[in-house]
C-alpha cells in the first residue's frame, strides 16, 4: 500500500536556527513528491513539485530535495512567518493518478 | 478574487441530519476533488471529478455523494450524518487529471463539520 510518513511531528525552532524535515515515501512507482504549506484555519499552499532522485527546488528561505526514498525540506534561518504545518505528498504511477498526503511536520519559529 | 471557494465555512448539526457542502473554482480548471482532513490533520482524498465525470472514488460511505453540474463546480451532500463525520472538508481543484502530476492544487479554506 501506498504510504507517505513524515517526522518529526511537530518541531519548534528559535528563528534563525535552521532544520530539516523528513518525508519517508513507499510507493508502487512515484510519478511526483509534493510539498505544501498550510496555516492555521486554511487550505494547504502548493510550495515544490519533484520527479526524480538528485532533483532539487528552492524557494526563498525552503530547499526541498529528492532521494529515492524520502525528501527533505530543508529550512534555513527560518523566521517566524514561516511557522506552518508542512505537508508532504506523493503521486503514485497508478491508473487513477490520485495524490496521498502525510500527515505533515508543525513548525512553530519563536522569534 | 478568490480561486477556490468553499460554502459554508463552518457548519454545526445534530446526528442523523443531512447537509450540503458547495465549492466552486473560477480558475478554469478541468479536475475537483474533495479531501477530508480529520482530527489528526491527517488529508485524505474522497472524490475526484474531471470535467463532470467521476474519477477517483475511494472508500467513502454511500451516504457521500458528490454532485459535479458543471466543470467549475462540486458539491458534496452528506445524508444521515453521524458524529464520524466530524472534520474539516477541503475542495480543491488542478489544471487537469494528467497535469494533477504537477502536484499543483488549489485549495479553498475548507469547511469545518461538526455533528453533535
Known amino acids: 500500500e501506498d504510504q507517505v510518513t513524515q517526522s518529526p511531528e511537530a518541531l519548534r525552532l528559535q528563528e534563525g536556527e535552521s532544520s530539516s524535515l523528513n518525508c519517508s515515501y513507499t510507493v508502487s512507482g512515484l510519478r511526483g513528491l509534493f510539498w505544501y504549506r498550510q496555516d492555521p484555519g486554511k487550505g494547504p499552499e502548493f510550495l515544490f513539485t519533484?520527479?526524480?532522485a538528485g532533483e532539487e527546488k528552492e524557494k526563498e528561505r525552503l530547499k526541498a530535495t529528492l532521494t529515492k526514498k524520502e525528501s527533505f525540506l530543508h529550512i534555513t534561518a527560518p523566521k517566524p512567518e514561516d511557522s506552518a504545518t508542512y505537508l508532504c505528498?506523493?503521486?503514485?504511477?497508478?491508473?487513477?493518478?490520485?495524490?496521498?498526503f502525510g500527515k505533515g511536520t508543525r513548525l512553530h519559529i519563536l522569534p | 478574487d478568490t480561486a477556490v471557494s468553499q460554502t459554508p465555512k463552518y457548519l454545526v448539526t445534530q446526528m442523523g441530519n443531512d447537509k450540503s457542502i458547495k465549492c466552486e473554482q473560477n480558475?478554469?480548471?478541468?479536475?475537483m476533488y474533495w479531501y477530508k482532513q480529520d482530527s489528526k490533520k491527517f488529508l485524505k482524498i474522497m472524490f475526484s471529478y474531471n470535467n463532470k465525470e467521476l474519477i477517483i472514488n475511494e472508500t467513502v460511505p454511500n451516504r457521500f455523494s458528490p454532485k459535479s453540474p458543471d466543470k467549475a463546480h462540486l458539491n458534496l451532500h452528506i445524508n444521515s450524518l453521524e458524529l464520524g463525520d466530524s472534520a474539516v472538508y477541503f475542495c480543491a481543484s488542478s489544471q487537469d487529471m494528467w497535469r494533477a502530476n504537477t502536484g499543483e492544487l488549489f485549495f479553498g479554506e475548507g469547511s469545518r463539520l461538526t455533528v453533535l
Open positions: 480558475l478554469g480548471h478541468d479536475t
Open positions: 519533484l520527479y526524480s
Open positions: 505528498a506523493v503521486q503514485a504511477s497508478d491508473r487513477d493518478d490520485k495524490i496521498i
